[in-house]
């Protein structure tokens, strides 16, 4: 059974970091491609980050590029999500995705999902 659990998040004041986890069981972890996506109220949920298995290729939603930074650790099948320079926009509960292939930020791409973690960025 895949299953991805998320761990991290909270509530940092701007320009504060946070680290979220999301640690991976149940299928070839480096076979899979893991996404990070965050749904703020009332808005849709979009995709920020992906990583893929093998090289690692990753990629990043221009909102959050040069900001936050996406990486895998194979050997503790566990995803990272490191968040900088944190704005009040960041505020959302954040999700991570996982499927076979390669990196998508478009949320039907994935079949499997973390429970998500509230990010509480305050001004």
């Known amino acids: 059974e895949v299953q991805l659990v998320q761990s991290g998040g909270g509530s940092v004041q701007a320009g504060g970091s946070l680290r979220l986890s999301c640690a991976a069981s149940?299928?070839?972890?480096?076979?899979?491609?893991i996404a990070w996506f965050r749904q703020a109220p009332g808005k849709e949920r979009e995709g920020i980050s992906c990583v893929e298995g093998g090289a690692g290729r990753t990629d990043y939603d221009p909102s959050v590029k040069g900001r936050f930074a996406v990486s895998r650790d194979n050997a503790k099948n566990t995803v990272y999500l490191e968040m900088n320079n944190l704005e009040p926009e960041d505020t959302a509960l954040y999700f991570c995705a996982t499927d076979e292939g390669r990196c998508s930020l478009w949320h039907r791409t994935y079949r499997f999902w973390g429970q998500g973690t509230q990010v509480t960025v305050s001004s």
């Open positions: 149940g299928f070839a972890f480096d076979d899979y491609a």
